[in-house]
């Protein structure tokens, strides 16, 4: 039996990774959770040395005391909020797997890691490393991007199609809202090739609602011209949504939300931290 909720947060020591722990430590506190922190070395950054230099060499010593000092800071803050350890780890390999690799050996239940956001994004975010740990992880992922910094969410944003797996993934949700006493918008967006009618849309509400039992859950149907990402993306401008929240399996928002070419349209939400569900 799972006795306590676990959380892995890569870092490279960047600002978009900095983020990313206090983040991880902030929902930790709140969970009562396991936080590790990962490194693992890119062989970029120390190609000048070879594997046996690595580990005997100063520049091995100069990480792990980085990293010992980032675990630090963590415990000094956090314990005593409620969150229940904070260990470190190195770790060598291919970034994106040895990431995927390490939460299934810890049987993780999230994975907080930095995005670089909007220039990332427009570029291709598909091809980044933390759109691949998505991919690839059968674990929940938060992505926190660069100049994102914690504050306590006011609203999440849920985007919905009203699919069987909506009913498991809002229980997730309502739990991490309850923790913040956050607003939990379940939303909606429909366009002219892909479109529900109001009396529709009641009837799904009410099949979903009593998965829900949340107070503050508001249910949405917004109709739009252009495609659906494009259509969150404006709801997410004038309802002040704090985080995206999407469920990672086939035909869903998810699928929309990653093609290339949308994307490269849209830059709001990737403001904002996005809390993919991947495990049901």
């Not at 990962?38 to 990480?63: E, M, N, R, T, V």
């Not at 907080?112 to 980044?128: A, P």
């Not at 011209?225 to 002040?240: C, F, H, Q, S």
Request: charged share 30%.
């Amino acid at each position: 039996m799972k006795t306590s909720f676990k959380i892995i947060c890569p870092t490279d020591f960047s600002e978009c990774s900095l983020n990313a722990i206090e983040y991880a430590a902030k929902l930790g506190e709140k969970y009562g959770a396991e936080l590790c922190l990962l490194h693992i070395p890119d062989k970029d950054d120390y190609q000048k040395l070879s594997a046996k230099d690595f580990h005997s060499g100063d520049q091995y010593s100069f990480i792990k005391k980085k990293l010992t000092n980032l675990q630090t800071a963590v415990k000094d803050e956090s314990l005593s909020n409620g969150l229940k350890s904070c260990t470190s780890e190195i770790r060598e390999g291919k970034i994106v797997d040895t990431i995927v690799n390490f939460a299934e050996e810890l049987n993780a239940d999230l994975i907080v890691m930095g995005t670089e956001g909007v220039n990332d994004f427009k570029k291709n975010f598909i091809g980044t490393r933390s759109s691949k740990v998505v991919e690839k992880a059968s674990t929940d992922v938060l992505l926190v991007p660069r100049k994102v910094y914690f504050k306590a969410p006011r609203k999440f944003v849920y985007a919905t199609d009203y699919i069987e797996e909506d009913k498991i993934a809002i229980q997730k949700i309502v739990e991490l809202a309850g923790f913040f006493d956050s607003e939990i918008d379940l939303v909606h967006v429909s366009t002219k090739s892909k479109s529900i009618d109001k009396s529709l849309h009641m009837t799904m509400v009410e099949e979903i609602r009593p998965f829900v039992k949340y107070e503050k859950a508001n249910y949405v149907l917004k109709s739009y011209r252009d495609e659906p990402g494009l259509g969150l993306e404006n709801y997410l401008i004038t309802a002040k949504g704090d985080v995206l929240v999407t469920l990672s399996k086939k035909k869903s928002w998810f699928d929309q939300l990653f093609s290339q070419n949308l994307s490269r349209k849209m830059s709001y939400f990737i403001n904002k931290p996005l809390f993919v569900i991947k495990k049901l």
